[in-house]
């Protein structure tokens, strides 16, 4: 029951992150000028039909061609925005053409890592040197994805116009020539425009696809991607759901399921999930629970000596994953266990508190304008994402620009994510609200224990409140008699206020409690 209760809260958002970085989901086109473009409209189709679970299949059949379906609807249509995420060059001088092309690239490489695992994008210049993928075929793959009606223009048209969170907005989507506009495509020599080579025909890869007719249009070959028939499709996505979960794939490298790649720590039991994929009609739900809901999953994070020397870094799955959490989840833990977060779904990107100087627009009189309400605390796949200038604390905690398809996150450990929970205004006002809420506690060490246990889920041991306890004596030490600086710290905890010193150190103390490793770890 508390499974599938968590199917339901906040479930499409959760996932809809993994899926922002597959599709390079930003609200701005990139390049240098990286001007604004109106996409947040298929963010959220995303959170909405990943929370409805729409079966897989029909998923990916959407993003790649739900222009093409018959009878499409506007939802159809715009899901397919999620090749409309590509860059778009609107620099004078440039040539159309060429950065046309470029997005075409880059909407082939993106498909086949995220549906295939395949590195496919060096196919562009040369033969796949390790996989039997010749470059005709690279371009015959290419064929599909190149009679479609945008170009690199300022508008991104083709447009969408939609109604989405109560709010009409257009969206660029894609819509395929008709037949008498259909591109040629070429061949192109070492992968350079201007060495046109033979003309190809629209096809999938031999080593994939043995059927006798190649898939004649740009839906038929997202058919074929999305069928049981493609041997990679749906253990790509159980691979993924284990990535999310455990934190590492059965195949580590989820972006290359090839000879290059790590291979599977345990095949059969990737072929036993991809199975369960296809056996519950590509409910990635029931698949979800098929996870959490075995032994594997169930384990300790607590590693005995025997599992350390066994399996030191967990690739087989030994014990319970222990993992820092996401860049956003970070943030959204923060602001929920303050008492902050907003659970609003949907609507325009928002711009919550960031450091001063870091927003700077040059080809525009575009500003960071901070919200005073209910946007200023949404969760951070609302945050307005510039490509050139990336929300700088989630940058610190291994998002991306998102200017491709990033498959993958690696974790790193810095001095600088330590510096952004300490410091940045967003935690520092997380950390007064947690005060907020447990000074009415008599004695310090009942406000630290509820202020642990609130943020941690779990009941504190006497050394860990004794230990904040102290933190609190020092800090109340520090700060009496020391009005104004005391108010600096407090910010909001120091309204209504009758003990300043007290409330700045319950601050300091919440603030510690938001950096402790066991805040921002799953385990």
């Known amino acids: ?27 701005t086109q990139g390049y240098e000028k990286d001007n604004h473009r109106d996409i947040w ?36 249509r715009l899901a397919t925005a999620f090749h409309r995420n590509t860059l778009t060059n609107t620099e004078g001088g440039t040539d159309n053409e060429e950065f046309r092309m470029a997005a075409v690239f880059d ?13 496919f994008q060096c196919v562009q210049c040369h033969g796949h040197p ?39 907005t257009t969206v660029p989507v894609m819509a395929q020539l008709a037949a008498d506009k259909q591109r040629e495509t070429r061949l192109l020599v070492r992968g350079a425009l201007k060495s046109p080579g033979d003309v190809v025909a629209a096809g999938l890869p031999r080593a994939l696809f043995s059927g006798d007719a190649q898939p004649a249009d740009r839906l038929a070959m997202a058919r074929w991607m999305a069928s049981a028939d493609n041997p990679l499709f749906a253990r790509v996505a159980a691979n993924r759901a284990w990535e999310t979960l455990f934190g590492r794939g059965i195949v580590e490298t989820s972006e290359d399921f090839g000879v290059m790649g ?21 409910s990635m739900k029931a698949l979800l629970k098929e996870i959490v809901m075995s032994a594997t999953y169930r384990q300790s994070a607590v590693a005995s000596a ?90 610190a905690f291994d998002s991306t620009s998102r200017e491709t398809c990033t498959v993958r996150r690696i974790r790193t450990n810095t001095p600088l994510a330590a510096l952004v929970t300490l410091n940045d205004p967003v935690y520092l006002e997380c950390a007064q609200h947690l005060a907020i809420a447990a000074r009415a506690h008599a004695d310090d060490a009942s406000a630290v ?41 407090a910010g909001k905890a120091a ?29």
């Open 1 to 27: 029951q508390f499974v599938d209760g968590a199917k339901g809260r906040g479930y499409g958002e959760r996932f809809a992150r993994v899926w922002l970085d597959l599709g390079r989901y930003a609200d």
């Open 41 to 76: 409209a298929w963010r959220d189709w995303l959170i909405a039909a990943l929370h409805a679970d729409m079966p897989y299949d029909q998923f990916a059949v959407r993003l790649l061609a739900g222009d093409m379906l018959p009878d499409a609807t506007d939802d159809d």
């Open 107 to 119: 909407r082939v490489s993106t498909t086949w890592q995220a549906f295939m695992g395949v590195t």
């Open 130 to 168: 390790y996989e039997p993928i010749t470059q005709r075929e690279y371009y015959g793959f290419l064929a599909y994805l190149n009679q479609t009606a945008d170009a690199d223009i300022d508008d991104d048209s083709p447009r969408l116009a939609v109604e989405r969170a109560g709010l009409k």
């Open 262 to 282: 790590s291979g599977a720590s345990d095949r059969a039991l990737l072929d036993h999930l991809a199975g369960v994929l296809i056996a519950r009609g590509f």
């Open 306 to 395: 025997d599992a350390l020397a066994r399996d030191p870094d967990n690739r087989l799955f030994t014990r319970s994953p222990r993992l820092r959490l996401e860049a956003e989840q970070v943030r959204d833990q923060a602001l929920a266990v303050s008492g902050l977060l907003s659970r609003k779904i949907g609507g325009p990107s928002v711009y919550p508190p960031q450091p001063e100087g870091v927003w700077q627009v040059v080809y525009s009189g575009a500003a960071w304008n901070t919200p005073v309400g209910e946007d200023r605390y949404r969760r951070g796949i609302y945050t307005y994402l510039r490509r050139t200038s990336p929300y700088p604390s989630f940058i």
């Open 449 to 489: 224990r509820a202020m642990l246990e609130r943020a941690l889920g779990r009941a504190a041991s006497d050394a860990e409140v004794a230990r904040l306890a102290e933190l609190v004596a020092s800090e109340r030490t520090r700060y009496a008699g020391r009005d104004e600086l005391a108010r600096h710290l």
């Open 495 to 523: 309204a209504d206020s009758t003990d300043l010193a007290r409330d700045a150190a319950l601050v300091a103390a919440a603030n510690a409690i938001l950096n402790l490793d066991d805040f921002l770890t799953k385990s």
